[in-house]
Structures are given as C-alpha cells and as structure tokens.
C-alpha cells in the first residue's frame, strides 16, 4: 500500500512501514520500521523537521516524491530509486520475481531486510545497486591508504584510530547519510552496496544531489550543522608528549621555546597527570601550583590543554557515587571495561547526569585553575573487549546506538565551557560520529604506527574526515610511536611534519622510545608512577632536524591569517580545509584519481613526500597557472611534472590564476 500522509510518502507492507519525506535542500529521506509506528531517537534529526515536498502519482501507477533537485519513485514493491533532475544516481537493490525488472531472478532478495528480532532489536541489511565507474569518498577514518571507497568494506564502529563517520560522496553527483549509530558494517562492492546493522529497531538514511561535489557537501553541512568559530590563538605549533610529569617539566619546555624564538599555540599536558583515573585534577605532589603554572604559560602567549580520559577506577573517589548514580556504562557480563593502570569503568557521557557530574569535577580540578581547553582521549570509548553486545548506557544496548557516544562525551565539555562563560570552546578529540563538528571537536586521528604508511593513510584520513563533515582534524605528527635515534624515523618525522603545516592543526605528539626513564615514586597510583617517553621537542632529534622543523614553524606563523581564514570559511560553509582535489575541480577526471595531493583551500596545493629516500616526485597541477613557493616558478596547469624534494622542501603551489 502506498499513499500521502501529510508531507510524507507512506509504503506499507506486511510489517514493515516505510516514509520518504524532504530534508533540507534537495534531500529525502528514508525511515523504515518492521514494528509499526516506532517512536524512536532521531539522532541526527532531532530538531529537524521536514520541509515541502510534491508527491504525485503518474499515469503508470508508480509513485513519486520531489524536494527541489532529487526525486525519487517507490515501486508497488517497495523499491526506492533515486534521480536528479531525471538522471538516475541511486537504486535500492532487488532480486525477486518482477520480472518487468532487467534483472529479475528467484532470489529473494530483498532492499531491506530485516531478520531475528530480540529485546526489540532486529538485524537489519539494506541493499542497493552498484554503478559501474561510481567512486565513493568520505565516511570518516577508515584507516587506508586510498581515498576512493569503492571496493572497500567498512566496520561501522569506534576504535582507537578508525573512526566511523557514515557519510559518503559520491561521483554521481549525490550524497547518503545513513542516520543509525548501531554497531554494522557497509560494504562498497562492485556488485551491490550493503549496509548492515548487528542490532537496530530502524532503517533510517538521506540522500541529496548537487550539480557539484562542493554543492553536494555545502546541502550536507547545512542539515547536520557546522562547526563553530576557531580560536585564533590556537592556529600556530602545538607542543605535547608522552608525557610531562610534572608542572615545571611543562614550564622549562616552554621557557625553552622562549629561548629559542620559536612561538608556541599551546602546551598539551597528557594522561595521568591526576591521582587515579577517575579523579578529574592534578595529583598535588607533582603540580603544586598548577594555577600559577598556566598564569607563567599565559604571558609568554601559550595555551594549556589538559588530557581528559573517561575511565574511572574502581578505587577513585568518584567512583562509588557514580556507580550509586547511573553514571558509569554498565555490562551485561563481566565486571570491568578497562583495565590499563587500574580496574576501571567508563563514564557514560550519553547521560545528561553524568555530562554535568564530570564537567563539575573538572571546572574545580581544572577550569577553576585558569585551564579551558581539554584534550578528550579514550573517545570512542576503547574497551578492554570489543563484544560490543555486552554493553549499555543510557541510550540503549551498545550494539543499537554506541557509535554515537563521542558526540555525548565532546557537548558534556563544550556545553559547560559555553556555561561557564567561554565563548570558542575547542577540544581535541580522539573519536567523532555524525554532527560532533557543531561541538568545537577537533578530532585527531588516534595512537599510530611511527611509519611512512601509516603516515599515508593519516593523509587520507583527514581528506576522508573534512567528507564527512568533521573540518577540524589532525594526526601525532611521525606517528604516535618512534625512535628518535632511528635515521628513518627521523626522515619521517621530517617529511609528516612538513606536509602537516597546511593542515588545520599543527601539532607535535607521541611516545618516543625505548621508555627507559625511571618513575617518580614507587606508589601504584598518582602522577609519578606511570612511566614517559624519551623528550618531543623539536631540539631532541638532532641538528638537522631541528632546523628544518623550525624553518617550518616559521612559515606556519606566517601562513597564520590564511590558516584562520579557513576557518572562518569552515564556520561559515562546513567546507573542511584539507580538500580532495575534485572538490575544486570535477571536471578533471585526473583530479578525481589523484590520492597523494590536495588542497589546503582553495589557494594552495600540496604534494606530500610520502616514500622513505625519496628526492623527487611527479605532481599533477589542474588548470590554472601555479607558483612554486619554494623558488617562485610559475607553472601551467593540466599537466604532471616530476620535482625536486630534498629533505628540506615539500612541494606546495600557489594558485595566481584560476
């Protein structure tokens, strides 16, 4: 049965019931139940409603939905097809006996399925059909070296490092957001795309078109949001490690930099840095005077960011009341979810109890002590066992909405910086899910591997993240581990560091090895038992490094005013600032296959060195005529050219004429 209800298209079949409706500019979307009229979360949609659509029958019988650009028809069979403006970009895939279909078989298959209903949960695959030379960008970290997803099976879940974003772009001229922060997987396959859902009580996804790539993105930002504005004081070198242990190990590294003339954004001060996890504040015997120590910070121009982690040990003095309160996630089985330097819980940051609770700890650990920015580690959050299903917090069964959980955990301290008076909340983020770029999220990109590869999908990580609607990223800049004594690895350091200066956040981090230095103390708990890394700073990997890595802190000071230009323009569009090539230029078909290159926004294109050894590369200019900055050679674009790359250089263009 199909009919009209109000502004929405109705399919009904047996049990399942299924609405299309506008969404924002030239968007439908699709929600689809197999219990009735469920009533559940809106997740990305709360807030919204739905705008006009036309909906008509024609002279065939079949049924149509319009909202501007995007139409989209419903077969007697429940099929959903997809066109902009009579071109057809998206179908849901069936395989059963219709045999007016071009391709009708006794399959079975249906577009959406749903399977083993329990506890209200049921197993939930949506299908539909794959489009020969389709190219697929976007859906947040995946960890990969390659930025085109077709071909590619995506874990749909959080983890230290991979962060699922789901929403793709794709070279038809449409984008899909697929609205469900349950615990699945899509696979992006040359014969049918699929998406799967372990657990879920609802199908619910967007579509929009654009006659651009850039058109397509500008209608998703502005239904999901975009992200604030960016403090201008924070677009220059951030400095951190594994990890200070002390305040006046932060104070002589900064009064360090002073001596050197080498201007410092911001000063990270990482894990355990308190009494026990659990126990938002400083452990007093190793930082004394912590209020003093961000003043002294502060008047030499440099911010303090303090790490967060939502552990709690079962020992800490928060502990017992969150456990009485319904704060903590709770398990089905077993008896802890984390176990590193303790027998810890997680705070459940999907209740508005425990986002006030622990904010309220922290305003008098550390926001009273003159800190406002917050390093949130342990985001997604990482478990001890990722049996996903032995979850829950407030919002239900992991397996249904625990995706989600990193946009809770960033509005408990965006929300209650903004109560408290601060006006450009900022926090750096290990995890991030649909919409966590309206809450200051700056998302970085996890603990990797110190590699040349693993630096290569870092690159396509951020490109994929500015995709998926999360603009502010970055990465441990050689990777989270390292051997500062390894030639290698300093080649390394040198060549991530270079490329990192266009990139929205500058920031140095990461535990160097081996981790030969002595604790503090011999107590099994408190700021001086955890052990540190071998010193981060830039003087610590020789001469020559260090040169080189201060060259490039100083052409990021001079970059500063395009940098917050940037930003300014993410705040205003949601446009990220690293960008794909065929975001500017999609009518290049080479600028849709390069991987390698981008653009820090409109006006500079950089050509990363990302091979160990390597002195030169080819690099591909699209049209226009472009200056080399590091000699001023004007070169014309459409065409590849090999390079010079000494250690020293990385190749970056200056667009002059478009």
């Not at 704060?327 to 089985?333: G, T, V």
């Not at 829950?392 to 408290?420: D, I």
């Not at 270079?498 to 929205?504: I, K, L």
Request: charged share 25%; hydrophobic share 35%; aromatic share 14%.
């Amino acid at each position: 049965m199909i009919q009209k209800e109000g502004g929405k298209l109705i399919y009904v079949r047996g049990s399942e019931k299924v609405s299309l409706s506008a969404y924002g500019k030239d968007g439908i979307r699709v929600e689809a139940t197999n219990v009735g009229d469920y009533l559940g979360n809106e997740w990305l949609f709360e807030g919204l409603t739905p705008g006009s659509a036309r909906i008509w029958t024609d002279e065939n019988g079949l049924s149509w939905i319009e909202n501007g650009k995007i139409r989209a028809s419903v077969t007697g069979l429940g099929q959903f097809r997809f066109y902009k403006e009579g071109d057809l970009v998206l179908e849901e895939m069936y395989r059963s006996f219709d045999f007016d279909q071009p391709r009708a078989y006794a399959l079975r298959k249906l577009a959406r399925e749903w399977k083993g209903e329990r506890g209200g949960l049921f197993e939930l695959t949506a299908r539909f059909e794959a489009r020969e030379g389709e190219r697929i960008y976007g859906m947040g970290q995946p960890q990969a070296e390659f930025l085109n997803l077709k071909g590619a099976t995506l874990e749909l879940a959080q983890r230290n490092s991979q962060i699922s974003v789901p929403f793709y772009l794709s070279s038809l001229g449409y984008g899909f957001l697929w609205n469900n922060p349950g615990i699945g997987e899509v696979s992006f396959a040359k014969n049918g795309t699929s998406w799967r859902m372990e657990g879920t009580r609802k199908l619910d996804y967007w579509v929009t078109v654009g006659d651009t790539p850039l058109e397509v993105h500008r209608h998703f930002m502005d239904l999901v949001g975009k992200p604030p504005a960016f403090p201008e004081d924070l677009t220059g070198f951030w400095q951190s490690k594994l990890r200070y242990r002390t305040g006046e190990e932060v104070l002589e590294v900064a009064r360090e930099y002073r001596r050197r003339n080498i201007p410092l954004s911001c000063i990270v001060i990482d894990f355990f840095h308190w009494p026990r996890q659990g126990e938002w504040k400083f452990d007093p015997l190793y930082w004394p005077d912590p209020k003093g120590m961000v003043e002294e910070l502060e008047s030499m121009g440099i911010r303090t960011m303090v790490s967060i982690w939502p552990t709690v040990d079962k020992r800490s003095e928060n502990f017992p009341y969150m456990a009485e309160h319904g704060m903590l996630i709770s398990l089905d089985r077993g008896s802890q979810a984390y176990d590193y330097q303790g027998d810890c819980m997680i705070a459940d940051f999907t209740s508005e109890r425990t986002k006030e609770f622990v904010f309220s700890r922290a305003k008098d650990g550390y926001w009273d002590k003159g800190i406002r920015l917050f390093w949130l580690d342990q985001a997604e959050p990482e478990f001890t066992c990722y049996d996903f299903d032995m979850y829950r917090g407030s919002l239900g069964s992991w397996m249904e909405c625990g995706n989600v959980y990193p946009v809770h955990y960033l509005r408990a301290f965006y929300e209650g910086s903004r109560k408290n008076g601060l006006d450009k909340p900022v926090s750096l983020i290990r995890s991030a899910w649909l919409g966590s770029q309206r809450y200051g999220g700056l998302v970085w990109s996890g603990d990797t591997a110190g590699t040349f590869a693993s630096m290569k999908d870092q690159l396509s990580g951020g490109l994929s993240m500015g995709i998926a609607g999360i603009p502010w990223w970055t990465a441990d800049i050689g990777g989270f581990s390292g051997v500062p004594d390894d030639p290698l690895w300093r080649e390394l350091l040198v060549r991530w560091f270079e490329w990192a200066v266009f990139s929205p956040v500058l920031r140095l981090h990461g535990d160097r090895q081996p981790s030969h230095i002595p604790p503090l103390d011999d107590r099994d708990w408190g700021g001086g038992f955890c052990r540190t890394g071998l010193p981060n700073e830039i003087w610590s990997f020789g001469e020559e490094t260090y040169w080189i890595l201060k060259d490039f802190i100083l052409l990021r000071e001079k970059l500063r005013p395009y940098v917050s230009s940037l930003f300014k323009e993410s705040e205003r569009t949601g446009i990220p600032l690293m960008r794909p090539l065929f975001l500017h230029y999609p009518e290049d078909p080479e600028c849709w296959e390069r991987e390698d290159e981008y653009l820090f926004g409109r006006k500079y294109l950089v050509a990363p060195i990302l091979e160990p050894g390597a002195r030169r590369r080819e690099v591909y200019l699209p049209h226009g005529r472009w200056k080399d900055i590091r000699d001023g050679s004007i070169h014309e674009g459409g065409q590849s050219f090999e390079v010079e790359a000494p250690l020293s250089s990385i190749p970056v263009y200056e667009l002059i004429e478009d």
